[in-house]
């Protein structure tokens, strides 16, 4: 339980440098949904979507790799110099030519009319890349408070400015102020999201200079070997990226109904927001678990440490999918009426996400033995699941094929890493305890779904009672739980 507490301890305070500033700029969600149609905010989600390519291949494994041989080396400081001047040279290459080319890349993506975005967006996730590792050294330290205050400043500087553009700009033009066209052009529209987070990453990457000022040594045998063990991780992690964004980067190119196409991205883009908490609690989680594996390998009581972790974490995202699910009449708030019609997906992808928490996990096996090359047949199987069935179901269900895709992909990632990780490295997941919590949530959900009372008021009472017979079953179940609790 001493382990278990420092892994949620840390979590704890990576998820308060996501979970808070990812809520506050998700409160933004209402604001993008009320000022721009889905046609215009699908502009946004396909954007980002390839934004989520680029920085896979733009960090390129190196903060496993760069986790992975601060441990083997000891802490030998070339390991910090020379993944970051790896990375620093192939982000200002990247940035450089994106500049250069940013017309015919913005014509082949459909939006030759504003280059400027390719120009914003190369800039984002170039100066994103080079600050992987600082953060990665943070982690590796232990010093999740500065993690989280830098990562805190850059979500508000976000959330400050886009009210700025969004908000008190157009009700000051419209009460008759005029002000100057450097500082606010009606005409850049959500160009405005962009630039806010471009001031926030260069913000960010002047904060991280003090980590950054040190002797910079580059030892090219060292960087071949990282390079090794991370390239796999390259692979896999663009592979991973089809399984995650491949639905909306494709989305208008599949959609039999080319008028509606991006009317379509913008609603499944906008309900994928209402997944957020466990998006961001597989985030956090992974900032903490990465570092804290890698440290407990050699530990004797290793795996049966990883099942524990395993059980909590399931523990933790079932409750996290009930919560949504029971109050998803007050969740679909935070999107506009407009695009509630895509609230269909939300279980879906919910329980798609929990699937790919699972598979974080499951993946320490390979991670550990060095044999990161299954990661990458792995993440391989998973693309070409959300290919075949993203290029099957769009044209017939639109979006929901997308979330139908997205579920299915993860869930058999999953099985297929626990089958693998039995062969290479068998951990005694309690599976009998993992499947009754799956049933007993299941259970739940089915109840509020059947159960439909026009009263609000009583509706969520009823849900929060399924809730807390949740966290019940829990507290019966799991007697640490309960002796923990009885001497507080």
Request: charged share 10%; proline share 4%; net charge positive.
């Amino acid at each position: 339980m001493g382990k278990l507490k420092q892994l949620a301890g840390q979590t704890a305070i990576y998820g308060l440098s996501s979970i808070v500033p990812r809520l506050l700029n998700y409160l933004l969600v209402p604001l993008y949904t009320s000022v721009y149609p889905p046609s215009e905010y699908g502009k946004v989600t396909e954007l980002y979507a390839y934004l989520s390519f680029l920085s896979i291949i733009l960090t390129y494994g190196m903060e496993t790799g760069f986790f992975k041989f601060w441990q083997s080396e000891k802490g030998n400081p070339k390991v910090y110099t020379t993944t970051l001047i790896s990375l620093f040279i192939s982000s200002i290459t990247f940035i450089v030519f994106s500049v250069i080319f940013a017309n015919p890349t913005a014509a082949s993506l459909g939006y030759e009319n504003n280059p400027e975005y390719i120009i914003w967006l190369s800039l984002i996730i170039g100066l994103e890349a080079i600050t992987a590792i600082p953060f990665a050294l943070l982690r590796q330290q232990n010093r999740p408070v500065r993690f989280a205050a830098l990562k805190f400043i850059n979500i508000a500087i976000q959330v400050v400015l886009n009210l700025f553009f969004i908000l008190l700009c157009p009700y000051l033009t419209n009460k008759g102020y005029q002000l100057p066209t450097w500082l606010f052009n009606p005409s850049i529209g959500i160009g405005y999201i962009f630039i806010s987070n471009l001031v926030a990453i260069v913000v960010t990457v002047l904060m991280l200079i003090p980590t950054m000022y040190v002797k910079w040594v580059f030892d090219a045998k060292l960087w071949k070997k990282i390079m090794v063990y991370s390239l796999p991780l390259l692979v896999a992690g663009l592979a991973g990226m089809v399984n995650e964004t491949f639905d909306r980067v494709m989305l208008k190119r599949l959609i039999v109904d080319s008028s509606s196409a991006m009317e379509q991205l913008g609603i499944y883009g906008a309900n994928y927001k209402l997944a957020v908490l466990m998006t961001l609690f597989i985030q956090t989680f992974r900032f903490a678990a990465e570092p804290f594996f890698f440290s407990q390998a050699n530990e004797k009581n290793a795996k049966e440490l990883y099942a524990e972790v395993m059980k909590y974490f399931i523990i933790f995202g079932l409750f996290i999918f009930l919560g949504v699910m029971l109050y998803l009449d007050i969740v679909k708030g935070y999107i506009g009426k407009d695009y509630h019609s895509g609230l269909k997906v939300v279980p879906i992808l919910l329980l798609a996400n929990l699937f790919l928490g699972i598979f974080f996990n499951l993946s320490i096996w390979y991670k550990l033995n060095n044999k990161t090359i299954w990661g990458v047949y792995l993440a391989l199987f998973g693309a070409t699941i959300t290919i075949v069935l993203n290029l099957w179901l769009i044209p017939i269900i639109g979006y929901m094929g997308a979330a139908w895709a997205t579920l299915i992909c993860y869930f058999s990632i999953m099985v297929a890493s626990f089958l693998l990780g039995n062969q290479f490295y068998k951990v005694n997941y309690p599976l009998t305890r993992i499947g009754l919590y799956f049933l007993v949530a299941s259970v739940i959900f089915i109840i509020s779904q059947i159960i439909k009372i026009d009263s609000r008021f009583i509706s969520l009472s009823i849900n929060t009672i399924l809730l807390l017979s949740y966290v019940g079953f829990v507290y019966f179940m799991e007697p640490s739980l309960k002796q923990k609790f009885n001497k507080r």
